[in-house]
């Protein structure tokens, strides 16, 4: 036998046995020819998975409602997990008990300048009634692309690099149909850019789906206030992209929107006015196209009014929600909200070319009253690091 023949015959007995033993990675990436292109953001490439290690533990030991909560990972140049640990002191215990199953993965590093970095990376954990394991949303998935922008911008300002924001935005008229069951809204996506003080210096009017009242809401948008991007606690000019949504559930003429305390507001004006860093991730997230607050009866379950449910919900490109998972064992609970998902119908989620991409996040539903019903749209919430439900009051 030859002495290339023996190697690869000792090269596969080898690769025979590990397979017979079950590796314990899984490969994330099957090619790396497969790979578009990496996203980066001031000269900032973050860190995304390429393995990681089989889940042995059991969620069972995390009870509770499902959630989410925002874990660091310190993680080295070379990819490698070094450091676990909660944003919050109150969620250590969490990230404690996940901590060995979020050291597993490994990464392609991340990247300052061209320079291979060693990064700190912000993920978000989903856990509670999950399934077999737990759930985590990285900030760059594995093709590398960015699923959620909310979780990619919260991991720049763990960097030191926080994005514009709306502070408030002014009232402004338009005439829509309340009744309209349109597929897609009207929208407008228009280019800002703002000086250090947060003033508008220039706007541009990118995409509109409506040729009505572009000027006036280009109007409103000078009068709207900002808060400048900072990077390391330095005011810095940017360039940003606001998205004006013409809603049918939303109240025209409008009233001023204070994005401060925008949590209270309904999803429809929480929505209709988004500041964006960049094309990056969606443009818009789903909209019910019906109110779901207050107005469903069910005299069947009568729950505690102290009970919540927390609930995955899935909408796809036409804008019916399908409820993936739910925080309690109850099958009427999931027919009920199956079948409200299907009669209030959602205006699917958009990407940047405006066309419709399925979308899953949480919602709640709570009981205002004993044969009354709620859901609460978590997304939409103001400011990137609104992504766990401790401590959120449901107005």
């Not at 030191?160 to 929208?187: C, H, K």
Request: with cysteine; net charge neutral.
């Amino acid at each position: 036998m030859s002495r290339c023949a023996y190697v690869l015959l000792t090269l596969l007995l080898f690769a025979a046995l590990w397979a017979g033993c079950g590796s314990p990675w899984i490969s994330l990436v099957e090619r790396e020819t497969t790979l578009g292109p990496r996203p980066s953001h001031y000269g900032i490439s973050l860190p995304y998975p390429v393995a990681a290690k089989t889940w042995a533990g059991d969620t069972s030991a995390i009870t509770g409602a499902e959630r989410i909560i925002p874990v660091l990972l310190s993680i080295d140049h070379k990819g490698r997990v070094i450091g676990v640990a909660a944003e919050s002191p109150a969620d250590q215990p969490v990230a404690d008990f996940y901590a060995l199953y979020l050291s597993g993965f490994r990464f392609e590093p991340g990247r300052n300048n061209d320079t291979v970095s060693a990064m700190t990376l912000r993920v978000a954990v989903q856990i509670g009634d999950v399934g077999p394991k737990p759930i985590v949303h990285f900030p760059v998935g594995v093709r590398p692309e960015v699923d959620k922008s909310e979780h990619y911008w919260a991991a720049f300002e763990t960097l030191g690099i926080q994005p514009a924001r709306l502070r408030s935005f002014p009232s402004y008229n338009f005439e829509i149909d309340p009744l309209s069951d349109w597929f897609q809204y009207e929208y407008k996506f228009f280019r800002v850019d703002l000086d250090t003080l947060g003033e508008v210096t220039a706007v541009e009017l990118v995409r509109s789906t409506s040729p009505a009242f572009t000027e006036q809401i280009r109007a409103a948008i000078d009068w709207g206030e900002y808060e400048p991007m900072r990077v390391k606690s330095r005011a810095v000019p940017s360039t940003n992209y606001l998205v004006v949504a013409l809603l049918p559930n939303a109240a025209y003429p409008t009233k001023a929107v204070s994005f401060e305390s925008a949590e209270s507001l309904p999803i429809w004006d929480r929505l209709r006015i988004r500041l964006l860093p960049d094309t990056i991730g969606e443009l818009m997230p789903p909209v019910p196209k019906r109110d779901w607050s207050g107005a469903i009866a069910d005299s069947v379950h009568r729950m505690s009014l102290a009970e919540t449910v927390v609930f995955a919900l899935e909408v796809d490109t036409l804008g019916t929600g399908v409820i993936e998972r739910i925080g309690n064992s109850n099958w009427k609970i999931r027919s009920l909200l199956n079948r409200l998902s299907h009669d209030r119908r959602f205006f699917p989620a958009l990407d940047f070319a405006g066309q419709t991409r399925p979308w899953t996040d949480l919602a709640r539903m709570v009981y205002p009253s004993a044969d009354s019903v709620r859901v609460w749209f978590r997304w939409g919430e103001p400011g990137p690091r609104a992504i766990t439900y401790r401590d959120r009051p449901i107005p």
